[in-house]
């Protein structure tokens, strides 16, 4: 069937059994897998044949769970991570390596800013962090002849600025290399930035495809129309010859389509080892079987909530992409119509003091470290997931040091509303 909607995908994608197989998927919990014969095997350890045979490179329960993403987003092949971070970390060093350069948005998730401007910068690769609304001239010369990719977040996590998806992969794709994009907040349900010109897109799938606060995972989906052949100088890694995989040249054996997730698991999952476990596949499984029901959920809590603080007389400012008068509302409209997530940030009056007393205050939502959760939670990221950085990079990053990061979870939006009320008159 062509033209299935995303709500059906979130249901069925992904796992379709045969006669007598089982409808829920099954949990592969084996390491291994077993042939009758050497050749057999040597065949897949040679991507001569498709198939199992260790779980650090692939395994069935993973697959499945990563196709059903797959055909949310669009794209042409997918696998899972360990971690958003893993997916991140892979999303580049697939097609990056000592001495070249990416051009990333500096409104991104703080753990991915660290991941970029200090360990990937030990590694020697070097980044340039771009304001999302910066002029095309600025981004324009933000590239260097060694620039490989363009990294952005469709709403980053947690300045909840949209990012013009176009406007960037026109100039990735200007300079002869891909956009990829974290697709965390929005979810394929809100926005799939393949349609808006994106080559690649990560997951933090521990956020919303999850659901629930139960798995750390990720996942990296390629559209498969980056066409690496035709920039063949900049991306050695996909054109050439594999010599640790017996000259295997991934764009040659597997086409568009396949060359970069192929190559992503046969290199960096064979020697970085970052893989999911199939129990934690399957509760992602069971997350994105509500996904599309979830999220509208979250979205009306979201703009619910951002309303009713927008009004408050003890909250100084509130940022929310579904906000009329928001800076990132016209990108919002353009890039999630139908809603941008649950999160919400705003500051109280009183700056650094007056949030931590609030957010004591609260009695339904629960300080955390995590967002996108079926319970509400909250945060102050410049004393938390933002500590490492100093105040010009959390200015840059869209972070100031009163935000409070709201996560509006899937109870009752009046409750919610009350709660906050009454965490706001303590100050
Ligand atoms: C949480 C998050 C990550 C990191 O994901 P983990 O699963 O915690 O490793 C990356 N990007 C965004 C936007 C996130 O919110």
């Not at 069925?12 to 089982?22: A, H, I, L, V």
């Not at 690769?125 to 304001?131: G, K, L, P, Q, R």
């Not at 500590?387 to 709201?406: H, K, P, W, Y």
């Amino acid at each position: 069937m062509s033209n299935i909607s995303k709500d059906t995908i979130c249901v069925q994608g992904g796992y379709r059994p045969g006669n007598g197989e089982p409808r829920q998927l099954p949990i592969v919990q084996s390491t291994t897998f077993k042939y009758a014969t050497g050749e057999a095997m040597g065949e897949l350890f040679d991507l001569k044949a498709s198939g199992y045979f260790y779980s650090r490179l692939q395994n069935p329960t993973c697959d499945t769970v990563a196709a059903k993403i797959c055909e949310l987003e669009g794209g042409s092949a997918a696998m899972l991570t360990s971690s958003g971070q893993a997916a991140s970390f892979y999303s580049i060093f697939n097609i990056a390596s000592c001495g070249d350069h990416i051009v990333s948005s500096s409104t991104i998730y703080g753990g991915t800013y660290n991941l970029f401007a200090v360990t990937m910068k030990r590694m020697g690769i070097d980044f340039t962090f771009v304001s999302p609304d910066c002029t095309d001239e600025e981004l324009n010369a933000a590239f260097r002849p060694n620039t490989k990719a363009v990294f952005g977040e469709t709403i980053a996590n947690p300045a909840l600025v949209v990012l013009d998806i176009e406007r960037f992969a026109r100039a990735a794709h200007a300079h002869g290399v891909p956009l990829i994009i974290d697709n965390t907040f929005a979810t394929p349900v809100n926005c799939r930035p393949f349609e808006w010109g994106a080559d690649i897109v990560t997951h933090s799938t521990t956020k919303y495809m999850d659901g629930h606060g139960a798995a750390v995972g990720g996942c990296i989906v390629d559209s498969g129309r980056f066409d690496w052949a035709a920039h063949a100088e900049k991306f050695p890694g996909l054109c050439t010859p594999d010599e640790s995989y017996h000259g295997v040249t991934y764009v040659k054996e597997f086409g568009l389509g396949g060359a970069y997730i192929t190559k992503a698991t046969a290199q960096l999952m064979r020697d970085f080892g970052s893989v999911q476990s199939p129990q934690s596949a399957f509760l992602l499984n069971l997350g994105l079987e509500s996904l599309h029901v979830r999220m509208a959920r979250h979205c009306e809590n979201g703009m619910a909530v951002a309303r009713f603080l927008q009004g408050h007389e003890k909250v100084t400012w509130v940022t929310y992409p579904g906000l009329e008068g928001d800076k990132s509302y016209a990108l919002a409209q353009k890039y999630l119509p139908h809603g941008s997530c649950g999160v919400v940030s705003f500051g109280v009056r009183g700056g650094r003091e007056a949030a931590a007393k609030v957010m004591e205050g609260l009695k339904i939502a629960a300080i955390e470290t995590h967002v996108a959760d079926a319970r509400s939670c909250c945060l102050h990221p410049a004393t938390t997931t933002h500590r490492q950085m100093s105040d010009e990079e959390l200015l840059a990053a869209g972070v100031s040091a009163d935000l409070i990061r709201f996560s509006c979870g899937l109870e009752s939006r009046d409750d919610l509303i009350a709660d906050l009320a009454q965490a706001l008159d303590r100050v």
